[in-house]
């Protein structure tokens, strides 16, 4: 059997656990159809944390880039 | 055991150091398969502690072993211990002298305080197994044998006689599980030998064995999810005691019809009925069977087993 060793890909926003993997791929819209009424947490919120990716922002000090 | 008679090398030295260490009173018993799988006996391999220490990721990954044939199943605090030998065997002559023949088998009894049936039933499928017990001590000491280089191998017990019984509370005592057992005429007591409780640096003193988990109903099946309440075998038939405070990782999903791993994409333990969790899964195809398990890759995260369950997809 495959070997999942799950330590590092998992995320715990309230009382779940998610697999960060799971969301590769997957768009807002699919993850609100699919968690809507499943999570005791707002689903924007946990969506944010699930993809922070998408809040990284570039660094504009020029300090920085040097 | 027999004991070789040193007819070449005379006898043993009697001399002993000023100070050395000795066993303590028991207080835990760790059961063990006395064989493994693969047919070797299930010890500890002394190079196999981390400079020589038991520490406690060596601890865990012993008693919360995904596989069941090598795990350690330690008891809860044994009371009222006894653990002696039998009257040696002797033959006896008409003049009324006598010589030795053997050793009285050595005999050991425990009781575990608020024992239940539960623990009971548990305790009674060790009875036809091939058992080995290592005993912790009041000091902390961890006691089995050495008869191997390299090795602290558990204590063989004699073949069919380990005996478990419930005994019921009174107006003045507690309810109790007995626990007894006879270890093998093959083992010498010369060969008793301790990881010091000096060398363990893991809560060895009052380790808990795994609890068993079932899954007691499986309801809102869909191709993507399905909710299930995980219970312990304890507490009254209406009652269960819910399995709290698993996770993720304390899960692993089989698709049976097309033989691939299932990866979870999350488990949500509920805030309301304790022990209810809900798994999200990729979409499955219906007419699917599900199996769920403990981990494939231990050591378990909990103490706590989960028995397999079977979710077929609508």
Known sequence: MENLNLNNKIIKIGNTEFNKNSFEGMTKDEFKKLYRGKLAVDLDDAWKQLKPKNRVKKSTSKKDED | ?314
Do not use: H
């Open chain 2, 1 to 314: 055991m027999a004991v070789l008679c040193a007819c070449g090398t005379g006898g043993g030295n009697l001399g002993r150091p000023s100070c050395f260490p000795v066993f303590d009173v028991t207080k835990q018993a760790i059961l063990v398969e006395y064989l493994k799988p693969d047919g070797s006996i299930n010890g500890i391999e002394l190079a196999g502690l981390t400079g020589g220490i038991l520490d406690q990721t060596y601890l865990d990954a012993r008693v919360k072993d995904v596989n069941g044939k090598s795990r350690w199943y330690p008891t809860p605090e044994l009371k009222n211990i006894t653990d002696e030998r039998s009257e040696d065997i002797t033959e006896t002559f008409d003049d009324t002298s006598s010589v030795f023949i053997q050793e009285g088998a050595r005999s050991f009894s425990g009781l575990i305080i608020k024992g239940d049936p539960v623990l009971l039933g548990n305790l009674q499928k060790w009875r036809c197994l091939t058992i080995g017990v290592f005993f912790i001590d009041k000091a902390g000491n961890l006691i089995g044998k050495k008869t191997r280089d390299g090795y602290l191998d558990p204590i063989l017990l004699q073949d069919e006689s380990f005996s478990a019984s419930l005994i019921k509370g009174t107006d003045t005592t507690k309810q109790k599980d007995s626990l007894s057992f006879i270890i093998s005429q093959l083992e010498n007591d010369a060969n008793l030998r301790m990881i010091e409780g000096s060398d363990i640096s893991a809560n060895l003193l009052g380790v808990g064995g795994l609890v068993d988990v079932t899954a007691t109903t499986v309801s809102n099946i869909t191709t993507t999810g399905f909710d299930v309440q995980l219970d312990t075998s304890f507490g009254g038939v209406t009652s269960l005691i819910p399995a709290e405070g698993m996770g993720l990782a304390d899960f692993q999903v089989f698709n049976n019809t097309t033989s691939s791993v299932v990866t979870v994409t999350s488990v949500t333990e509920s805030t309301v009925t304790a022990g209810l969790y809900t798994f999200v899964i990729p979409a499955q195809t219906a007419a699917d069977e599900l199996i769920v398990t403990n981990p494939a890759v231990g050591p378990l995260s909990k103490s706590l087993d989960l028995a397999q369950f079977t979710v077929n997809i609508p």
